[in-house]
């Protein structure tokens, strides 16, 4: 019980510095920036949301004994994505939860400070191109999630194979 709950403040924690950190960046860069940059930024956060997505479902459904003969060959990412399975819980909770919910919020609230710059540079009204950006936002985002959840699933090895690989170019040696 007591690393149950010393993961609930991990997470508490992680979340609340990764909030401070994208939504920051984001505000700073959203404020020097035309629509069609905030446009792109947009974008951006919605991807980052959409690749951890298929992350996290991807260490869960990912099969430990396909990447153990990768380990056994000395792949490089294979011990990196060994471990992400081990720790298939709490790796799919910080993807899908904390990274995933946090770009969702980060994309919603950008979109309403691009949602205020058009209809202030088109002269639109506020509340119908506020329903039409949250719209656009809204499907792209579970759109493609629901899209990649299912390329999470069908090519799960190679994507926790992928991620191992990455994390290992970061890793101490």
Known sequence: ?????????????????????FSGISTVISNSFNEIILTIII???????????????????????????????????????????????????????VIGDICGIVSG?????????IANYFN????ITTILVTAVISALTVG??????????KNSDSIVFMTGKVISIFKKK
């Open 43 to 97: 974008l951006i956060v919605i991807s980052i949301g959409i690749i951890f997505d298929m992350i996290g479902v991807a260490v869960l459904t990912s099969k430990e004994a396909n990447l153990h003969a990768k380990a056994t060959k000395k792949l490089k990412g294979a011990k990196e994505a060994i471990s992400l399975l081990k720790n298939s819980t709490k790796v799919s909770s910080v993807c899908n939860d």
């Open 144 to 153: 493609f999630k629901a899209v990649f959840k299912g390329v999470a699933t």
């Open 1 to 21: 019980m007591k690393s149950n709950v010393n993961w609930i403040y991990k997470v508490f924690l992680l979340s609340f510095i990764l909030s401070i950190l």
């Open 124 to 127: 639109f009204n506020l509340t």
């Open 109 to 117: 609230s950008l979109g309403a400070v691009l949602t205020i710059s």
